[in-house]
C-alpha cells in the first residue's frame, strides 16, 4: 500500500505557520505521498514545501473531548477566558438544558467554581459520572436553584443518582463552619448521598513518608517491616479510593444510575474515582492511547494541582503543607488492578512507572502548573514538548505495551479484599537486589513475543518465495 | 533421526521379568528400533516381543546416589536391614576412611541412629554439607572417638569445618538434660559451632493455623490483615529457614569450608536447611529431574516423616502434635527464590504446588510413611505408583515447565530482607478470586510459547519444501 493511500485529509484551510524570526503565515496545508506543503495562496508569497523524510518528529498538542451523539450534553465555552472557573479548561460538557448564564450561577455555589460537568458517559446505559467541587451551603444551608436544577437536568424521568462525598459526614460537616457543606437531601429529593473516606493531603503525605522510610530499613526483622508497612497506612489508602472507585462503578453498571462526585475542591480525592472508575467500566481506559487521554481530561484539564501536589520528589521527607502523593495513589490502584487483570490492559507497569517519574520531573511541560490556565499563561505549550508526543514514539511505545494484552471488552471489578493488595515493588521496593532479576524475565517474556513476530514474518517471507516458485514452474510448463 | 539411533544400551543381562499369575522369568532384555525383546535364552522358553508401540506407560523406579570419582567418599550398606539407623535408607554416603563397625558406633552417639552422612558434594572446591541427629552428650559431656574421627575425615589438612546447629544455644544446652546435646569445641577443636534459630513442631503448626485463618478473614479491613499476617510469624520462619540457608551455602562456596547440619533429630530444619543449600549452590536441583532426585534424597530417602508431619490438611486447624508443615515451609522457600530468580528454574510455581498437594494427600505411593524402612515393610514400591513416573509424562510435564528457563550455571544468592519476601499467593490466596486471572496471564505466556514452536516447526517446513523446489529447478535447467 502508498503511502497516499493512507491519507485520509489532504487539505487542510486556515492553517497558521509559527517559526522563530519569522512571521505567522496563514495558508492552505496540502498533505501528498512525499511532501507537506503549506501555501498562503496569494502571490509572490512563500510556499514551504517539506519533504517527509525530513521530518524528524512530530509534537501532537491535541485536546480530548467526548463527542456525544446525544441531544443531552453540550459543549460550553463559558470558561474560554478562564474567569468562571480558573482551574477548569476552557471547554466542558455540561447538560444541554442549562445555558451558561445558569453556570456562571451555579460556579458562585461551588467550591472553586467548580460547577458540576460531565466526567464520564456509560454507552451501555447512557448513565454518567459528574464531578465538581462542594457546594458552599455554609451554616445557613445556603441554596442555589440552578445547581439543583443542573444536577437534577441529568436524571432521566423517574431515575435516582447518588452522590459520593468522598469525606466521612463528620467531615462533610465541619466544612460548613467554612463555607463548605454538602447536599441536602431535602433540596436534591432525586439524589441519594453516600459518604465515603478518602484520606487527603498531609495524611497521605505522612504515609508515602513512613512507607518510604519502612522500605529503606535494613534492620532485615520481619516483624519490624510488616509493623511499620501497616502503620504507614498506604494499603488503606489503597483500598479506600479503589473501593470508593467500585462503588462508583457499581453505581453505574449495576444499579443504573447516574452519579455526582465530590469531596471538598474536587481536585483531588474525586479525581482518582472518577478516573479509576472509567479505568473499571471503560475497555478503551486500559489501551495506551485511551489511558493517555485519561490523564489529560481526569488530571490535566480536569485541575490537578500538579506543581503544589509534586513539588518535590516522592522520596523526600521535608514536604510542604501542599505536597502530596495523590497521584502516585492514582497510579498505584490502576497497578493493582493490572496485577489483578494482567491480560486486560495495553501498557504495562513500566509506563506507570513512566508516568509517576515525570509527574515529580520532567523534561516536557505536560505536567508543569497546577491547572490550564497556568499552562496557558506559561505558554507551555509553545515553549515545551509534550510527553505524549515522545512517549508516542513507535520505539519508545515497545518499552511499554504489554505483551499479554488481548482486548476486553467487559467491565472488571477488582478484588478489594485487603489480602488481593500488594505493595507496589515497582515503585517502593524499586532498588531492591531482587527486581533486577524480575525484569530480566520480563526483557526474556517481551523477548519471546519478539521472536515470535520475527518467525510470523519469516513465514509471510517463505510462503511468498515458494508461491513465486510455484508460479515460475507453471510459466515454465505452460508453453 | 531414526529412534534406533537414540539407543544408548541396547541390552541388559540379568533382567527379571515379573508378571501377575506367571513365574518370574529371568533373561537378557534386548532393545531394538521398534520392538523390547526379553529372552531368556533357554530352548523351548517364552520370548517376550513387545512393540514399542503398544507400551502405555513406563513406571521408572529409581534410586538415587550421588556418583562419586574421588577417593575419599563410600557407599556403605551399614543399614542394609534399617538395622544401624531406622530413619536412613539402606545405602548411605560416608567417608572412605571410616568402616561400617565405626559407623555402628556413632550411630548410638547420635539421636535416632542418625550418624553424620553426605548430603551434598560441592564440585567446585570439593566441600561438602553433611547431615546428622543431634549427638547425645547428655548432660555427663558423652564423647565418641570415632565421631569425632569421622566428622575431621571430611576436612582437608589444616581446614576447618563450621557445624551449624538449627537451634538457638539454650535449646541446645536445655536438650542435655533429655540426653542430647551439641559438640563441645573443645572434642572437636577444627569446627566452629554456629547456633541459628529455626522453628519446630507446634509453633509452626500454630503460624500455619494463624495464617491461613487470617487469610480467610472476610472482615475487609487492611490493618487487621496486616497485623494478622505479622502475628502468624509465617514470614518470620521463612526468612530464618532462608537466612540458615544461605548461612550454610556461604560456608561452603564463599568460605571455603565443609560443614555438618543438624538440629534435634536431623528429620526436619536440618532437611530444610541441607535442600535449601543444593537449590542455591547448584544448578541442576533448579531443573526439573534434579528437583526431583533432591526431593527423593533429601526427604523421602532421608526420612522426613511425611506421614506424621502430613497427617491432615495443612488448612484443618486440629492438629496432633507430630503434625508440622516442615515440607511446606520449604516448598514456600524455593517460591520465594523461584520469585526473584524467575529464569532460573525449570520448573513453574505450579510444580511446587502439586508436591505439596501431593504431600498431603496423593494417588501415588510415594509420600506414603516416614521413611525407607516403613515404605519397605508397607511394600509400596510393589502395590503403588510413583509419583515421579507421573509427573514425568511429557503431557503432565508440560503445565510444569517454566517457559521464562534459561540453564543459569552460577550459584543464585536470594535476598533475605523482609521487603523481599511475599507471602505464597499460590497456596495461600488460592481461591482468591484475583488469581483466576492470574492463571490466565500464565496460559496466555505459555500458548505464546507454544505458538512461537509451532511457528518455528512452520519455518523449518516451508524451508524443505523451497530447497526441494529449488533442486527440482536445478534438475530441470541442467540437462
Known sequence: MEFAELIKTPRVDNVVLHRPFYPAVEGTLCLTGHHLILSSRQDNTEELWLLHSNIDAIDKRFKVFCVFQISEWRLSYVNQEFAVCPSYPPAVTVPKAIDDDA?????????????????????????????????????????????????????????????????????????RAKGGGFEQEAHYPQWRRIHKSIERYHILQDSLIKLVESCNDQTQNMDRWLSKLEASNWLTHIKEILTTACLAAQCLDREGASILIHGTEGTDSTLQVTSLAQIILEPRSRTIRGFEALIEREWLQAGHPFQQ????????????????????????????????????????????????????????????????????????????????????????????????????????????????????????LRWNRSSKYLDEAYEEMVNIIEYNKQLQAKVNLLRRQLAELETEDGVQESP
Chains 1, 2 share one sequence.
Open 309 to 428: 501536589r509534586c513539588a518535590q520528589s516522592a522520596y523526600c521527607n521535608s514536604k510542604q503543607k501542599w505536597e502530596s502523593p495523590v497521584f502516585l495513589l492514582f497510579l498505584d490502584c490502576v497497578w493493582q488492578i493490572l496485577r489483578q487483570f494482567p491480560c486486560s490492559f495495553e501498557f504495562n507497569e513500566n509506563f506507570l512507572i513512566m508516568l509517576f517519574e515525570h509527574a515529580y520531573a520532567s523534561q516536557f511541560g505536560t505536567f508543569l502548573g497546577n491547572n490550564e490556565s497556568e499552562r496557558c499563561k506559561l505558554k507551555l505549550q509553545q515553549k515545551t514538548m509534550s510527553l505524549w508526543s515522545w512517549v508516542n514514539r513507535p520505539s519508545e511505545l515497545s518499552k511499554f505495551t504489554n505483551p499479554l494484552f488481548e482486548a476486553n471488552n467487559l467491565v472488571i471489578w477488582p478484588s478489594v479484599a485487603p489480602q488481593s493488595l500488594q505493595l507496589w515493588e515497582g515503585i517502593f
Open 103 to 175: 453556570l456562571r450561577k451555579v460556579a458562585t455555589f461551588r467550591h472553586g467554581g467548580r460547577f458540576p460537568v460531565l466526567s464520564y458517559y456509560h454507552k451501555k446505559n447512557g448513565m454518567v459520572i459528574m464531578r465538581s467541587g462542594q457546594p458552599l451551603t455554609g451554616t445557613n444551608g445556603r441554596r442555589c436553584k440552578e445547581d439543583e436544577k443542573l444536577i437534577n437536568a441529568t436524571l432521566r424521568a423517574g431515575k435516582r443518582g447518588y452522590i459520593i462525598d468522598t469525606r466521612p459526614l463528620n467531615v462533610a460537616q465541619q466544612a
